[in-house]
């Protein structure tokens, strides 16, 4: 958040210019479901700037949804005050333009002077998971139907196998033996989440997928509320 904004809590959003880089992003997704779900935000009167190409390109997108001017980005409308919030990463602010080489080089230098809505994250990401079962996922197998069709065995065959894949990470994760910073962050989750910090199947899954569907529907990127049967194989 930029300092001067006037945002001190959730609410306070309403009005206020928010970057994403781009209004279907999973990223921004989540975000906007939490802040409407949890915080009662009114998504419908933040501002949303992005500079990026969505993911659907035949997506429709809400009238408070605003494209960056060709020449500038949400890393420079933040340097420049434009912004009074915005996601940071490779979701908001912490690249400048469309995907490419030296995206996360290029740009303005941001405000050193910034702060974070909710500094308290790490607790607030525990307490929501306890309350609700909510773990945000990002990606998915999916496979054609016709495909599916053609090969009635091969969906069990690939759950089955990157089960059998996961499996000695895993051990590795609870050994302690495993390295790198995935690593990190998966044994940080699991004190969240418990043993599997990576959980596969509908049922696994099903609190995060029904939420995201909620989201979704919700922010006018799905039609109609689905059931996760409808899209995922109860495995």
Same mark, same amino acid.
């Given at each position: 958040m930029r300092p001067g904004a006037g945002i001190e809590a959730p609410?306070?959003?309403?009005?206020?210019?928010?970057?994403?880089?781009?209004?279907?992003?999973?990223?921004? %997704?989540?975000?906007?479901? /939490?802040?409407? *779900?949890?915080?009662? #935000?009114?998504? +419908?009167?933040?501002?949303?700037?992005?500079?990026?190409?969505?993911? %659907?390109?035949?997506?429709? /997108?809400?009238? *408070?949804?605003?494209? #960056?001017?060709? +020449?500038?980005?949400?890393?420079a409308m933040m340097a420049e005050g434009k912004l009074d919030a915005a996601c940071t990463g490779d979701a908001g602010i912490g690249r400048a333009g469309k995907p490419g080489a030296g995206w996360n080089e290029s740009g303005p230098a941001l405000p050193d002077d910034l702060r974070q809505l909710f500094p308290n994250a790490a607790e607030l990401d525990r307490e929501v998971y306890a309350r609700n079962g909510v773990y945000p996922i990002h990606g998915t197998l999916a496979i054609k139907e016709e495909v599916l069709q053609a090969n009635p065995g091969l969906a069990r065959s690939l759950y089955d196998a990157f089960v059998e894949a996961k499996a000695?990470?895993?051990e590795a994760l609870r050994a302690g033996t495993a390295t790198g910073k995935q690593a990190e962050k998966d044994r940080k989750l699991m004190q969240i989440v418990g043993d599997d910090p990576l959980p596969y199947g509908l049922e696994a899954n099903r609190a995060s997928i029904e939420a995201l569907i909620r989201y979704g529907h919700q922010q006018g990127l799905i039609p109609r509320p689905y059931k996760a049967e409808d899209m995922f194989l109860p495995f």
């Open positions: 609410k306070d959003l309403e009005g206020k210019n928010f970057g994403v880089r781009a209004y279907s992003v999973t990223t921004g %997704v989540w975000k906007r479901g /939490l802040l409407q *779900n949890e915080y009662g #935000v009114d998504i +419908d009167k933040v501002n949303w700037w992005v500079d990026d190409e969505e993911h %659907v390109a035949a997506l429709k /997108l809400p009238a *408070n949804v605003r494209h #960056v001017a060709e +020449d500038s980005s949400l890393v000695p990470y895993l």
